[in-house]
């Protein structure tokens, strides 16, 4: 009896909570297969699907990004031998678990611990909680594939956000694996949005997009290009997060800035009387 | 309406010097290429000094202060000294309030009731809770031991002038870090002021210097490689272009601009204090207010008893002479920016709204610009787009909440709104919608030291006041 034929896998974008492949037709050879070669018109169809995304998500309540959150962390663990096979380390696969599961408790929490009432010089109830930015744009790392990834779109997303993230383009296969982990997890189409191919294509086009507020510099290791999407980014004030490259121990303790620098303040006054 | 008698302030509590220097390393100094302009009283168009102009050298003389300063004294200092200095500086502005509030009035052209009963008691109250928060970092929720940052450059606006000194200064010296500071160049006399008030506290040389000039003073200062912090209020214009400055650099960034608030009454508001509301939320500082409710969004059924009563208020607002103390609309405070004002104020009638003023007679000398709404007013009027910066309201109308939203945020810019109605559980619908920093309800134009202000989307990012202002000052 002959060998079973295997069926291979097609590594498309992720857009809206579908796998389209790019407008453009194009894909290029990469980790032994061929991956879609995302165009400026895909970086921008993504942020149309990451702004559609918006009201739902940043309106689900904090429990209930929370609950999807935790979801897609169990998807996540199903799929390990997956992710193994891909190449990545299995520790890596474990700690990529880890940090959605700790991101997603920050869901209902964040407010009580960034947020509070003002105690205000005068008979007025204060107080001040963090909202959503609304859509980001994510320059994710180029390595770890799985971790560094996680490591960028959970802090963005439990929040309330929509992103719109540019995966390693030297090792995709774990972004477009984890869109079908998400893509499982109850998570709302559109945001996350996964684009593969060059950052020097999509990256502009996202730093420049006048419907992204805030975008996230952390994979963006060529100095100039960085200085560049920062210009592109200050055309419409998007809040930039740009960590220092010694910032990225990604086994360390996270911190809060990854999810504060993609957040706002919003401070509501009422007079107090009879 | 009732006549008054005049009831000016005394200016006599004001000791004006022909000319000041630059405030650099604890000591007054000649800029090194020995220029200088005026600063003028907007309400009468005098002379009040000669101010020097930094040059980059000056700026650079004054980075390296602060740096040094940062380096051997402010940054070692253990917060609780830190502290007793801001504290200090506090107790110093209450017992000289009166005479930096006719400085104030003199050089802005605000109404001593303002510059006496908002501006002041404010800033002195900024520094005491700042001042607070110096010993206490580790509590602030930015980790245990959180680290100043550094040289920070401070621009500030001429609207708040001290206000705004005091926003900056204060949480940024609590911090640890060291400031050189350029106020707005119609304004700088209160700043120079509080430099002398710097040496009465003997607060430590270096710590805060302070530039006058324009705005070549201002990029040579935000541009300078050796200052590792750059905050800024004022036009998102020139946010822009500091945003773009600072691209690539390592320099933090906080930007408090503009604004095209919508104040929203809906027809259950209790017209009278929505009235008072819009009206405090407009002409409060002339209308020069970043967070001014600009746009007035008032539900259809109630508009006109809304403007009826509007335009009978308006006609009691008594315009004039900053230091009588009945007066509720001052100068404006340049020339330019009252060409600006009355170039979108023509706009507006060019593209069909309606402008209403009431009768008011105007100085003949300064810079006056009457109260003034605008009805029938369109999203797509430039009058509804784009910051006046002046006593100039927008008029325009909605039916559902829904619309009320939709309308508040069709605007880039997201720094405040005001909401009017009786009903609690629509203002909290309301004020989850609503794409904006602050958020007044049945108030309007409300601060505190301890709660944080600052914008959405075009308005800038960070918040300045309470804890959250702290962060931008600190290494997190």
């Not at chain 2, 006496?116 to 930015?142: I, M």
Request: proline share 6%; hydrophobic share 45%; charged share 20%.
């Amino acid at each position: 009896m002959s060998e079973r034929v295997a069926v291979r896998k097609t590594y498309k974008l992720f857009i809206g909570g579908k796998f389209p492949r790019s407008e453009s037709g194009r894909s290029y050879l990469v980790q032994s297969s061929n991956v879609s070669l995302a165009s400026r018109k895909d970086a921008r169809d993504a942020v149309v699907a990451a702004r559609a995304a918006v009201k739902g998500w940043a309106g689900a309540t904090a429990y209930n990004r929370g609950q999807i959150l935790y979801r897609a962390a169990e998807m996540l663990e199903g799929r390990r031998e997956q992710f193994v096979a891909l190449g990545i380390p299995g520790d890596e696969v474990d700690a990529a678990v880890d940090r959605w599961v700790w991101y997603a408790g920050w869901a209902d929490k964040l407010a009580q611990v960034y947020g509070g009432a003002n105690p205000v010089a005068g008979p007025y109830f204060n107080i001040s909680a963090p909202e959503p930015t609304g859509v980001v744009a994510v320059v994710a790392p180029e390595r770890p594939a799985l971790l560094g990834l996680v490591s960028v779109i959970a802090p963005a997303i439990v929040t309330g956000n929509t992103v719109v993230v540019a995966a390693s383009p030297s090792e995709p296969l774990a972004a477009v694996t984890l869109a079908e982990v998400l893509a499982t997890s109850d998570l709302p189409g559109g945001v996350v949005n996964i684009l593969t191919g060059a950052i020097t294509e999509t990256a502009p086009t996202l730093a420049s997009h006048m419907d992204v507020n805030a975008i996230d510099l952390t994979g963006v290791t060529d100095a100039s290009l960085a200085s560049e999407l920062e210009v592109k980014a200050a055309e419409n004030l998007k809040r930039v997060l740009r960590p220092a490259p010694a910032d990225h121990d990604w086994s360390a303790d996270p911190g809060l800035t990854r999810m504060t620098t993609l957040l706002e303040t919003k401070t509501v006054w009422h007079p107090k009387g009879v | 309406m009732f006549e008054y008698a005049p009831a000016p302030e005394s200016r006599s509590v004001v000791d004006l010097k022909p000319s000041y220097g630059l405030f650099i390393d604890g000591k007054f100094v000649d800029p090194t290429d020995g220029g200088s302009f005026k600063s003028i009283n907007p309400a009468s168009e005098e002379v009040l000094a000669e101010i020097a102009e930094a040059g980059a050298e000056d700026v650079e003389r004054a980075v390296r202060a602060a740096r040094k300063a940062y380096d051997k004294v402010w940054g070692p200092m253990p917060g609780r000294d830190r502290a007793k200095y801001l504290f200090r500086i506090a107790r110093l502005i209450q017992e000289r309030s009166r005479e930096l509030a006719v400085l104030e009035s003199l050089d802005n052209g605000k109404p001593i009731r303002e510059s006496r009963d908002v501006d002041l008691p404010l800033v002195a109250a900024h520094f005491f809770y700042y001042a607070g928060w110096a010993d206490k970092l580790g509590h602030a929720g930015f980790g245990s031991n959180p680290q100043p940052i550094g040289v920070a450059a401070q621009v500030i606006p001429w609207n708040f002038p001290l206000l705004m000194l005091a926003w900056k200064i204060a949480p940024a010296l609590a911090a640890g870090n060291t400031v050189v500071l350029k106020p707005a160049e119609t304004t700088p006399l209160t700043a120079l002021l509080f430099a002398e008030i710097c040496q009465q506290a003997e607060l430590p040389a270096g710590v805060v210097n302070i530039v006058t000039g324009a705005g070549d003073t201002g990029r040579a200062l935000v541009e300078h490689p050796g200052v590792d912090k750059v905050a800024f209020t004022g036009s998102t214009e020139v946010g822009r272009a500091i945003a773009r400055s600072v691209a690539g650099t390592r320099k933090k960034l906080t930007l408090e601009l503009g604004g095209k608030a919508a104040n929203i009454v809906f027809d259950d508001a209790p017209i009278d204090q929505a009235v008072e509301g819009i009206v405090n939320g407009i002409f409060f500082n002339q209308g020069h207010v970043c967070c001014a409710g600009s746009r007035l969004l008032v539900q259809e059924n109630v508009a006109d008893r809304v403007l009826e009563s509007l335009k009978r208020r308006m006609a009691q607002l008594r315009v004039g002479d900053p230091l009588d103390k009945n007066t509720d609309v001052g100068a404006i405070n340049s020339a330019a920016q009252l060409e600006r004002i009355r170039e979108l104020s023509d706009a507006g009638s060019a593209e069909g709204a309606e402008r209403w003023s009431p009768p008011c007679e105007l100085p003949d000398r300064g810079f006056w610009f009457a109260p003034t709404i605008f009805t029938g007013v369109t999203q797509a009027h430039r009058i509804a787009r784009e910051e006046i910066f002046g006593p100039v309201l927008s008029v325009l109308t909605f039916r559902t909440p829904a619309e009320a939203v939709e309308k508040a945020n069709n605007t880039p810019y997201g720094l405040s709104a005001g909401i009017w109605t009786d009903k609690g559980s629509r203002i909290l619908w309301m004020a989850d919608r609503l794409r904006a920093g602050v958020v007044w309800a049945n108030t309007f134009n409300k601060f505190d030291p301890t709660s944080p202000f600052g914008g959405y989307k075009e308005s800038g990012y960070g918040r300045e006041g309470g804890r959250h202002g702290l962060e931008g000052y600190l290494n997190v």
